[in-house]
């Protein structure tokens, strides 16, 4: 997993050096131009990592349910073309019928996410800070060094501020992150 995710993040940081333009609107209608997060969402956009909702609003002050942070991630490194059509449930909350189940089971195998530990995963459960800056050490391939560093939490943040993925995030310990955050926390793994 971290020598396939280090070809794709080199590969990936290539191409946005190459290609990524200085945005000059986001594309969604309650993103401001001005917001310090703007270019955070555009990149996000541009890649196909986040999407509006039904109005196309991107809802920058919202929280991120823990299915949809399984997608976004997934989408993040590339493991949208490795879902499987036909999964199992892992976890008693995600049948096999639930529109995230091949994202959560792929963040599973992945050994990004591993659930409460009492079978449940928490599909529609909000997404607190710590979680997703554990989620996201796991997909950039650093959960060994997090682990190394002192483990959950702190050694996972401790990690997330070396790899520099916090700079523009505002810290809420304990707290539901917004997707603003989300949007600079994972396109600080671009830049």
């Known amino acids: 997993m971290k020598k396939e995710f280090a070809k794709w993040m080199g590969l990936m940081l290539i191409i946005c050096q190459l290609t990524i ?28 990592i986040f999407n509006g909702d039904a109005n196309g609003n991107f809802n920058p002050n919202a929280g991120i349910t823990r299915a949809e942070f399984a997608a976004v991630v997934c989408r993040t490194v590339g493991g949208e073309n490795k879902i499987s059509k036909k999964v199992e449930a892992t976890f008693s909350d995600v049948p096999s019928n639930h ?29 607190t ?3 997703a800056i554990k989620m996201v050490v796991c997909a950039a391939g650093y959960s060994d060094a997090a682990l190394d560093a002192g483990g959950w939490p702190d050694g996972y943040v401790d990690v997330a501020n070396g790899l520099g993925l916090l700079a523009g995030v505002d810290e809420t310990p304990n707290a539901p992150i917004t997707r603003a955050n989300v949007a ?4 600080n793994l671009f830049l």
């Open 129 to 131: 800070y710590e979680q």
């Open 21 to 48: 333009p200085a945005y000059a609107g986001t594309s969604f209608p309650d993103v401001p131009d001005t917001a310090p997060y703007a270019d955070a969402v555009s990149l996000m956009k541009e890649y196909g």
């Open 99 to 127: 529109w995230a189940s091949g994202y959560v089971d792929w963040a599973v195998k992945s050994g990004i996410i591993s659930g409460y530990g009492d079978g449940q995963y928490g599909p529609s459960d909000m997404v």
């Open 184 to 187: 600079v926390m994972i396109s």
